[in-house]
């Protein structure tokens, strides 16, 4: 049994990584082949259609297939996606085939040209991923308070009346200061007469 989450795709692309495992995993079981073993890389093609890279297996390794795929995929948005989807199909299984061993020079005429029909890729699609929606700022105007209108006078005395709360502000923080030093004074005084009479 094919273990979907074993399938490691390193997605590059905007298409949904869901549509891509499925289709990948659908053309593993075709082939035989083991998930569990494959990292698929998938970038944007420098050219329009699909194309691919992978790595065959080494004669030193303990694994028995190539782990490595890479996909080259048309931007979006594919411009005839059923075509397009048949040949990145083609293009997969050719790679996949290099997973397992096969080098061109071993492969049919159509799977190394990737003219070979695809029967299993018949109904997927791979479509854009859904971008969330951006949230619109909330622009809140801030009310101005109303300014009543003032007279000179009025204006000085305020200006004089906010001057005065500051210096009261300042003048209880000092007597709460001076009291507070106050009573060490008076306690540095009972020390030191407790002790001259030592």
Known sequence: MINPTSLKIVNKTEYRQSDLRKFFLAGIKHLGSDPS???????YSKREGASGLATLPHEMSFRPEGRWIRMRLPRPPLANPTIQIKWIAQVFEHELAHNLGVAHSDMDRE?????????????????????????????????????PCLSLIERRELKVRNHLKRWEKKLRISKT?????RTKVRYYEKKKSAGGRK
Request: glycine share 2%; with cysteine; net charge positive.
């Open 37 to 43: 073993s494959k990292i698929i890389e998938v970038v």
């Open 111 to 147: 799977v190394r040209n990737c003219t070979q029909e695809v029967p299993w890729a018949d109904g997927f699609q791979i479509r854009m991923k859904v971008k969330p929606k951006k949230k619109e700022p909330i622009i809140r105007e801030k009310k101005k308070a109303e300014q």
């Open 177 to 181: 200061y001076v009291q507070k030093y």
